[in-house]
């Protein structure tokens, strides 16, 4: 090698041995096309290779597809040895593995191994090589001719697949599980924990919108329904979340996809990142809003409830996506979304979905085993005598989610057995332009308000707001009265002014001058809360001096609301 070569001289140089520390045997080689495909083979890499020095990997960048932005970034951040693609030719590789079928992978005699980077075969897509279309993740006829691939399938029905639509995968396949699903499975154990690192509730639920790429796509057919969804569902009742396919983060950009989404980002929306996050979101789902992707097909086999709000022609007929298509109920995204996401939680029974992951995942729980035994197999070495690869659970997501700092609010007052009682709903103001019904009630005493936190940067919004929260607690009441006095004063059109204090309750400042005490039951409420039962109070006449109601947050919880007149001395100068 020439001084300054962009060749790797360890681990896979010609001179490596002078130079690496382990004893190595065999050399194994991840080819990297794609952000998808990549990802697949890092997670499941570690737990067969663990504690065996026997074995070198390097991987090999192809720079040649449309989507090979954020590869080698990602390479690099995970620690990976990286050589470039055209030094795969030069090198002595005992197993090529690679989670993309489209790679050009140099003559020789090793083998090579190819991974789904989804569920099965089941999407047409793009052929980088003409200008027709191919079978995702089937590798190219003179790979399969070589004798050298080995397509690992979860099922048998995708061996039959492949055979009747190309008969020169006869023999070339193997069946080893999802590696995936068996995670997704373990991880729902650890549901409640993946809820709460996601900012999710007990009481909320948590409602994944998810999308495959291209043309076709939930994104590319409804690009506003996230944030459509967040403008019809009660923000104390439900959160959102969003898993966009990696191919659409590595078009677009990261920029691109958060400025398209800048209004749901604003009402809450928990924007996942392309890697790794979207497996523990999905477990810790209720509702999976998709289309024909792997996501939703994942999703419907956990048990969770299904909207399929796009699918493509793309999709392979025969498929086991296609039978999802076929028992889920479909989204109509001119219709009143609240009503079909409600609708599809109460009919939906877990088992609902069982036929279709029983087609599309054999013998769940041995892939990761299965693909060890494999890779090994494929090397020529004997498996380590280590137990077998271990059953690891998913990682908590880390939060990814702004607050939400403007909210349409409408209470409802009625007349109960045990007296009057205030519901509540809040809706992301930065959403509710986007959603067509009316928030408007028919109840005789139903009121609507802007309310904003002392967060919220659009001045607009805060010149012209009901309510204004305070986004911290205050250390005392009189710390609290302070903040009340000098809002009022800054926002002069604002109603009322609530802030919580620490060690419980809140005040409310009305425009008059008047202070309310909010005592509240049960856990901590935000001040906006609070602040909704005095303004529905206030609108109805009814008084708030010593006034015992019940606050009803949505179909969340109630609680006992204490409504109290403080005295506020006058302020010397």
Not at 561 to 571: E, G
């Amino acid at each position: 090698m020439v001084s300054g070569s962009p060749f790797l001289r360890v681990p896979v140089g010609p001179d490596a041995h002078r130079w690496r520390t382990f004893p190595t045997e065999r050399t194994l080689v991840v080819a990297a096309r794609t952000v998808t495909s990549t990802v697949r083979a890092l997670e499941s890499l570690p737990a067969l290779l663990r504690d065996d020095p026997r074995v070198s990997v390097v991987f090999a960048h192809d720079p040649t597809s449309a989507f090979d932005s954020g590869v080698l970034e990602l390479l690099h951040s995970s620690g990976c040895r990286v050589m470039p693609w055209e030094q795969l030719a030069h090198i002595r590789a005992d197993l090529v593995l690679t989670a993309s079928e489209n790679v050009d992978v140099p003559e020789g005699d090793c083998p090579v191994l190819v991974l789904p980077h989804g569920v099965g075969f089941q999407k047409r897509v793009p052929d980088a090589r003409g200008p027709h279309d191919r079978l995702s993740g089937l590798v190219p006829d003179a790979l399969l001719e070589s004798g050298r691939a080995w397509l690992a399938v979860s099922h048998p029905d995708q061996e039959r697949q492949l055979l009747a639509a190309h008969p020169k995968t006869a023999g070339r396949t193997l069946l080893l599980g999802d590696p995936c699903y068996d995670e997704l499975l373990a991880g729902r154990r650890r549901r409640h924990a993946y809820r709460e690192a996601l900012g999710v509730a007990e009481d909320q639920r948590l409602v994944v919108v998810s999308s495959t790429w291209g043309t076709t796509s939930l994104l590319g057919r409804h690009p506003d329904l996230p944030v459509r969804v967040l403008g019809a569902l009660p923000q104390d009742e439900y959160r959102v979340a969003a898993v966009v396919h990696p191919n659409v983060w590595s078009a677009h950009g990261a920029w691109q996809i958060r400025s398209l989404q800048s209004a749901a980002l604003d009402a809450g929306l928990i924007l996942l990142p392309p890697v790794h996050a979207w497996r523990s979101a999905l477990v810790a789902a209720d509702v999976v809003i998709g289309d024909h992707g792997s996501v939703t097909l994942y999703g419907a086999a956990l048990g969770t409830q299904v909207l399929l709000a796009a699918f493509g022609a793309d999709a392979v007929p025969g498929t086991a996506v296609h039978d999802l298509a076929a028992a889920a109920p479909h989204l109509d995204p001119g219709a009143e979304l609240r009503a079909q996401v409600e609708s599809v939680v109460r009919d939906h029974t877990p088992e609902r979905y069982a036929a279709v992951a029983r087609r599309a995942f054999a013998d769940p729980g041995n892939a990761l085993a299965r693909l060890r035994a494999a890779v090994y197999e494929l090397l020529n070495l004997p498996e380590p005598a280590s137990s077998p690869p271990p059953d690891l659970l998913l990682p908590a997501p880390e939060p990814a989610a702004r607050p939400v700092t403007s909210s349409l609010v409408v209470t409802e007052v009625s007349e109960e057995r045990f007296g009057p009682v205030v519901t509540v709903r809040r809706f992301p103001a930065a959403a509710r332009a986007h959603v067509q019904d009316d928030l408007e009630s028919t109840q005789p005493l139903s009121f609507t308000h802007l309310a904003c936190s002392d967060g919220e940067r659009d001045r607009r919004l805060l010149e012209s707001t009901s309510v204004v929260e305070r986004t911290d607690r205050a250390d005392s009441a009189a710390e609290a009265l302070r903040w009340i006095r000098a809002t009022r004063a800054e926002l002069p059109g604002s109603l009322l002014a609530a802030c919580a204090v620490r060690g419980g309750g809140h005040l409310v400042g009305l425009r008059d001058g008047r202070v309310v005490e909010v005592a509240v039951t049960g856990p901590p409420i935000v001040p906006g809360l609070a602040a909704a039962v005095v303004y529905a109070c206030l609108r109805q006449g009814r008084s708030v001096a010593d006034a015992l109601l019940t606050l009803r947050i949505g179909r969340v919880r109630d609680e006992d609301v204490v409504l109290r007149l403080r005295p506020v001395p006058p302020v010397v100068s």
